[in-house]
């Protein structure tokens, strides 16, 4: 199984991004899904995850109300929109999956794939 997470960049604090998050390799399955960041000289975090169905979501409430994750089954793809940016959310975004069939994951150390980063740079 491989991830591959995209659309980081540089945008001005208050403005939008939108990651995305491609599994590839078996993809006849389907996996639980999360993102998680990490700055510089700080340890990963937990932002966001999403059941396997798409049903069930949860924020960490550092993305609760500005950040939303989602998925497209057909697309074997993640998102995370990220909304009202702020410098301090500038870090790098991993995208993690895991054969979990119920409900969400949110310990880092419960997942069993993840992808290479990407980075978001917020400027004040």
């Known amino acids: 199984v491989q991830l591959q997470a995209s659309g980081g960049g540089l945008v001005q604090a208050g403005g939008s991004l939108r990651l995305s998050c491609e599994v590839s390799?078996?993809?006849?399955?389907?996996?639980?899904m999360g993102w998680f960041r990490q700055a510089p000289g700080k340890e990963r975090e937990f932002v966001a995850a999403?059941?396997?169905?798409?049903?069930?979501?949860y924020y960490a409430d550092l993305a609760k109300g500005r950040f939303t994750i989602s998925r497209d089954n057909a697309k074997n793809t993640v998102y995370l929109q990220m909304n009202s940016l702020k410098p301090e959310d500038t870090s790098v975004y991993y995208c993690a999956a895991d054969s979990f069939e119920y409900g969400v994951v949110l310990a880092a150390t419960e997942y069993a794939y993840w992808g290479q980063g990407t980075l978001v740079t917020v400027s004040s």
């Open positions: 999403i059941s396997l169905s798409g049903q069930s979501t």
């Open positions: 390799g078996r993809t006849s399955s389907r996996y639980a």
